[in-house]
């Protein structure tokens, strides 16, 4: 029997180890699974990509302590409304929903909402896709707007924008809107000539970072770090660093 | 490092003898698979991705394991027929609020059995994580720990009470007029006897929690399922990681299924 509580209380004591204490570190609500915007890096563990860079500068200009937490990307608005020392950085789009809940930062990046089709499909505007089976991410601005046009019996939601560009390639599904640098980095890695990119945009796609609407102070401090980083032309640096090499460009605002 | 001097393994010698055919798209199938294979498994060291993440399902089920095994004994005990329908009438005031206390529990129990067994695990995740610990930042391994173990202990319950209950009532009789307490017959005759006759379908149940961790993934706990993901969303493979991680599962559930036949033949030996 005292074998047993000792072990018990070994377990317990292993356990409270490792409760996070709270502290004045900012968390980072993020998706680690949305090249080249985040992804975690071959360790396993460290998460990088063009939202890393920039929130790593943001936190240098205001002085600021993170740690990320990883999630999926449907959770990641709710966990910043949720805790005030949490921040959502994980391609959002600022979309007026999502606005009754959290405060954006001034946007970086326009990513636009574009669409992938079978290169043989007859879809070629936006009207061919009334009817048409579309599949996105869940809770994205891409899965928003395909429900707004072909309505939500014909969207399928997929976890990540992957699952549902791997669909559209077994047929399953007849087009797949997602946001264009990261349709363009699958496009370019599965580099699959049955599929390809359309020439339209659905919607254009702003980019912010995510803050507990009662935390406005940290919002300023933000909002004042991209302000700086604009000025010295950081954003231009980022463009050239994850954009070229694809051959697109995005404008920071 | 000079790169001149650095020898380049054979791994990415093969890697870049088939990069036309990559380029191409005119890849034969065992070009293919070396492909996938060199991606998912070689390229960056990603195999230590998923022994990091198969450390993690190990701790997490190793953990929930007890807690499902510690806290499922207790149901069993307290859902058996004579705890049940324990009865200390005319023992005095406190014997009988004891009784009530005790039929309170086992009502609490079927209760908790019923919930957790009704209700799938992936749901129950979602609850532990973003409900009772919505606003509590803690490790996911402990949240992890505490939703396996939870849903286990009803499944362990329900296996030690058949267990219990497959022991003849002789030994409880023998065990008493012996003179041992109920609670040293329970824990030193009958418990024993019991964990021999429900070793099968525990190790079943050990399997079920092991697999069954791959919920967790859900929460971004990056145990083996989630490194799998996090792979596949830097090599854009569609299943390849997965069938890494398939194959690390099945490692640990046959090893897990030879130690416990091996359990199972010493036990029965000692039967002589």
Known sequence: MKKFLALVAALVMTLSCTVAMADDIIYVATNPE?????????????????????????????????????????????????????????????????????????????????????????????????????????????????????????????????????????????????????????????NDPSLTMLDIEIVADYYGIAVNKNNTELLEKINAAIAELQKEGFFDELDMKYFNATGISVAAE | MNAAVESISIFEQWWLNIQPAVQANTLTFWEYLYKEIYLNVIQGNRWLQYLKGLGVTLEVSFFAILVGLLLGTILAILRLPQVQNINCKGKGFWANLGAVCVKALSKFAGLYINVMRGTPLLLQVL????????SIRMDKIIIGVIACGLNSAAYVAEIVRGGIMSVEKGQTEAGRSLGLSSFRTMMYIILPQAAKSALPAMCNEFISLIKETSILSYIALTELTKAGDYIRSRTFSAFTPYIVSGLLYLTVVLTLTWLIGKLERRLRNSDH
Do not use: H
């Open chain 2, 127 to 134: 609850i532990i994580n973003f409900g009772i610990f919505g």
């Open chain 1, 34 to 190: 949305y090249p080249p915007f985040e992804s975690v890096a071959d360790d396993g563990e460290t998460i990088i990509g063009y939202e890393v860079d920039l929130l790593n500068a943001i936190a240098e200009k205001a002085g600021i302590e993170y740690k990320f937490e990883s999630m999926q990307f449907a959770s990641v608005v709710s966990s910043v409304q949720a805790n005030p020392d949490t921040i959502g950085l994980s391609g959002i789009s600022i979309t007026p929903a999502r606005q009754l809940e959290v405060n954006f930062s001034s946007p970086y990046i326009n990513a636009g909402v574009a669409v992938i089709v079978k290169a043989d499909s007859t879809i070629a505007t936006i009207e061919d896709l009334a009817g048409k089976v579309i599949g996105v991410q869940l809770g994205t601005t891409s899965d928003f707007e395909a429900e707004k046009l072909v309505g939500i019996e014909n969207v399928a939601q997929y976890n990540t924008f992957l699952e549902a560009v791997l669909d559209l390639q077994g047929n399953k599904i007849d087009a797949v809107f997602v946001d264009r640098p990261v349709g363009v980095e699958i496009l370019a890695n599965l």
